[in-house]
């Protein structure tokens, strides 16, 4: 599912380089029908998703599927039929006349009324997500914020039929999820994988039991359900990238700054649109460095970010940010983070039991001599023993030494062996021999790419923000 790479890349391009991104458009109609440009479509759109709590990414996809976001042809004539299938207007609602009189739908105003084609198409999506789970399977855990969690019912609106098949190449679903990632500049992975059932000569698609719950390994939050006043912070799949921030909503208007990665704002007010019926992000109203301004809604997560005032190095600021966000670091009650001071032995224990979701079993009992119960740092230096992480040596385990960069190599090599090469070639270092106690850990995280240190100063200690520089680069590794 990457046919959509080379769109991504014109629009990313877009929103970092100035530029024109596709004509204006509005949709054309006769005297009686309403007028409506592609920033208003996609106003209300957003609009609809807000208020039946659906990501807007899912509902403007569905419209762009459908119809190109048309609700009247050129000659003014409401858009039906467009699929063979029966559908009206901009959404395609497609209704039997007994459901549309017991849903007391009014037809006119479904084929003149953009409003109300959107505000029913987004009301017959809800009611398949309520499916989840018995009809359809459940994906994740069901949240209505994650786009992922929504593949199911963008099926179903399209109808539980031989033709949604992912046996076939192309498919409904599919081409939405195409459309989300693409024209919102969102990498999403894979999709969920599922292999439905027939009976007799029937189109209608059945699952087993056991196919009823679905998990991904990607969960996509939607970009575009932020409110006034939430905590955000800026966000980039790739390290080191700056963002946009432009004098107004569009990727054409003046850029006053560029925003960092990990950077914390506050949402200042709605989601805005340009007028491009192919980008399908909006624009957040900001205050960063004394200016107000605009970020594409690409570029916007969910969580609070703390502006640690002794960080200054971009690249630490983005691993502290990563780790934030994911609760597995913090600073201290003064507002700072201390980088250069030295991590102590337990404090990264605690940090990578986190970052590795790592328990200890409840009947294991510490066999290091020199931890008692209730010692700070005692379950994460329980954890990190469990799994043959932190073992320390004569029987004490070392809690409130500080790390060296040795001890570093053995413990993320180990921890993180399946993203690390197996067998890596032998590198040599200025101040390392091959008969090194842990040659062979060093050699993992130079080759690997995690360090590029030589001399590599084993017995140096690891201060907080390599460690965190480290920790990131581990977890992201592929």
Do not use: C
């Not at 949709?27 to 208020?51: C, R, V």
């Not at 992912?166 to 679903?173: F, I, L, S, V």
């Not at 900001?286 to 002794?310: C, K, L, N, Q, W």
């Not at 190599?409 to 090469?421: D, G, I, R, Y």
Request: aromatic share 10%.
């Amino acid at each position: 599912m990457r046919n959509w790479l080379a769109l991504f890349v014109v629009l990313l391009g877009a929103l970092f380089v100035s530029g024109q991104v596709f004509a204006a458009d509005s949709d054309s109609g006769a005297p009686f029908a309403e007028k409506l440009s592609f920033k208003e479509k996609k106003d209300l759109l957003t609009e609809a998703g807000i208020k039946y709590d659906i990501p807007p990414e899912i509902l403007k996809a569905i419209a762009y599927q459908e119809t190109g976001m048309m609700q009247f042809e050129k000659d003014g004539s409401p858009v039906m039929n467009r699929n063979d299938d029966g559908g009206v207007g901009m959404m395609q609602v497609t209704l039997g006349e007994e459901d549309l009189a017991k849903r007391e739908i009014d037809m006119e105003k479904l084929k003149y009324n953009t409003a109300y084609n959107i505000e029913m198409g987004a009301k017959l999506l809800n009611e398949k997500f309520a499916w989840s789970g018995n009809i359809i399977p459940k994906v994740n855990d069901g949240d209505r914020h994650k786009l992922e969690n929504w593949y199911f019912a963008v099926l179903a609106y399209n109808g539980l039929d031989r033709r949604n098949d992912p046996e076939n190449a192309a498919t409904y679903q599919g081409s939405v999820y195409e459309t989300i990632a693409s024209r919102n500049l969102i990498d999403m992975g894979d999709l969920p994988k599922f292999e439905p059932y027939y009976k007799d000569d029937e189109n209608r698609m059945r699952f087993a039991e056991e196919d009823m719950h679905i998990v991904t390994e990607k969960q996509t939050p939607s970009t575009q359900m932020f409110q006034n006043g939430e905590h955000v912070y800026s966000f980039a799949e790739e390290p080191g990238s700056t963002i946009n921030f432009r004098v107004g909503p569009s990727v054409t208007a003046r850029k006053v700054g560029d925003v960092p990665l990990y950077m914390p704002l506050t949402v200042e007010g709605e989601l805005q649109h340009d007028n491009s019926r192919d980008n399908h992000f909006g624009f957040y109203p900001f205050h960063y460095a004394d200016i107000h301004g605009y970020m594409a809604s690409s570029y916007v997560r969910e969580g609070e970010v703390t502006p640690f005032y002794d960080v200054r190095r971009q690249e630490v600021t983005e691993a502290v940010g990563f780790l934030e966000v994911r609760d597995i670091i913090s600073g201290y009650p003064d507002g700072t983070f201390r980088p250069n001071e030295p991590i102590l032995r337990r404090h990264a224990a605690s940090m990578l039991a986190q970052a590795l979701h790592l328990k200890a079993d409840k009947s294991y009992q510490l066999k290091a001599t020199d931890m008692d119960t209730g010692d700070l740092g005692y379950n994460a230096m329980k954890t990190m023993e469990y799994h043959g992480l932190m073992t320390g040596s004569g029987s004490k385990i070392r809690p409130n030494e500080n790390m060296t960069r040795a001890q570093m190599a053995s413990v993320l090599t180990e921890a993180f062996k399946e993203n690390l090469p197996a067998n890596p070639d032998a590198h040599e270092f200025a101040d390392i021999s091959g008969d090194f106690w842990n040659y062979e850990a060093i050699n993992t995280l130079y080759q690997s790419g995690l360090t590029n240190q030589d001399p590599y100063r084993p017995n140096e200690t690891v201060t907080r923000s390599q460690f965190a520089l480290f920790l990131k680069r581990a977890m992201t590794m592929e």
